[in-house]
């Protein structure tokens, strides 16, 4: 990592940002705006049944964003830290 011109090391750290900034962009959106109203954020458990489906969907859909994002970071870490130190190079 060192070795790299610094224009992509900061690709490298813009990736890393970006991704984190949709994890907790999703997060937000899933537990404070899209919050069942009356309801405390966090999981809905058993009250996923009184909810809209519309509501429900659009919780599904950002949880799906978050997902999709956390599994790219690990990816794109493993790949481009945790590797290359496992290899010695």
Same mark, same amino acid.
Not at 20 to 40: D, K, R, T
């Given at each position: 990592m060192k070795d790299?011109? @610094?224009?992509l090391r900061l690709v490298h750290w813009a990736l890393i940002v970006f991704? $984190?900034?949709n994890m907790v962009y999703g997060s937000y959106q899933i537990? $404070? $705006?899209l919050a069942p109203e009356g309801g405390a954020a966090g999981p809905l458990?058993? %009250?996923a049944r009184d909810l809209p489906?519309? @509501?429900l969907v659009a919780r599904?859909?950002?949880a799906i964003e978050v997902?999709?994002?956390a %599994?790219?970071?690990a990816v794109y870490l493993g790949v481009t830290e945790v590797l290359p130190r496992r290899l010695g190079s």
């Amino acid at each position: 990592m060192k070795d790299l011109p @610094l224009w992509l090391r900061l690709v490298h750290w813009a990736l890393i940002v970006f991704l $984190v900034q949709n994890m907790v962009y999703g997060s937000y959106q899933i537990f $404070v $705006v899209l919050a069942p109203e009356g309801g405390a954020a966090g999981p809905l458990w058993g %009250a996923a049944r009184d909810l809209p489906h519309e @509501l429900l969907v659009a919780r599904r859909l950002y949880a799906i964003e978050v997902w999709i994002c956390a %599994a790219g970071l690990a990816v794109y870490l493993g790949v481009t830290e945790v590797l290359p130190r496992r290899l010695g190079s």
